[in-house]
């Protein structure tokens, strides 16, 4: 006959242990997202806003825990919304850049998630370097203003 008293002491131990093991586990990766923003995703930022409020756009950031995002207009429209969202998974996160497109014509807002990497995307924030977010915002940044130039083509005719 089994001490059931014991069994379910054990069982419930055990659970308490696991799901500390998680919460500190949870706790280092939140850790690391804070560590990508500061060292890696602000900077970016500020380096592509300097550049920028020398050509005359207006450069919002909006940092929260697990996102930032880069907004970037003149006074008559927003030329890119950036965002990267942080996912966690295991004992690290991966970040996945999203951009907002809107279509004037329709009134609408898409939203097109990229990656920062060409090729295996197993790789995690630790491994994304301050240069290549500049490098990709940028791309999406001339991207964008290709996209608004082509649709300004087109209304005008």
């Keep these: 006959m089994i001490d ?3 069994d379910l ?3 419930f131990e055990r659970q308490a242990e696991i799901k500390k093991s998680a919460n500190e586990l949870s706790d280092k990766v939140d850790l690391k997202i804070m560590e990508f923003i500061k060292d890696k995703v602000t900077p970016a930022f500020e380096e592509i806003k300097a550049e920028l409020l020398t050509r005359g756009r207006k450069v ?7 996102s930032a995002m880069l907004i970037i207009s003149t006074a008559e429209k927003t030329e890119l919304s950036l965002n990267i969202k942080l996912n966690k998974s295991g004992k690290t996160a991966y970040a996945v850049p999203i951009r907002e497109i809107v279509d004037r014509k329709k009134g609408q807002i898409f939203t097109s998630q990229g990656v920062f990497r060409s090729g295996s ?4 924030i630790e491994e994304l ?4 977010l500049v490098k990709y915002i940028i791309g999406q940044y001339k991207d964008s ?3 608004i130039l082509l649709s300004e083509i087109s209304e005008s005719k």
């Design 4 to 6: 059931l008293k014991k």
């Design 9 to 11: 002491d054990l069982f």
């Design 60 to 66: 919002e950031t909006i940092i929260t825990r697990f």
């Design 121 to 124: 995307q197993n790789y995690t």
């Design 129 to 132: 370097t301050k240069d290549e």
């Design 145 to 147: 203003l290709g996209a």
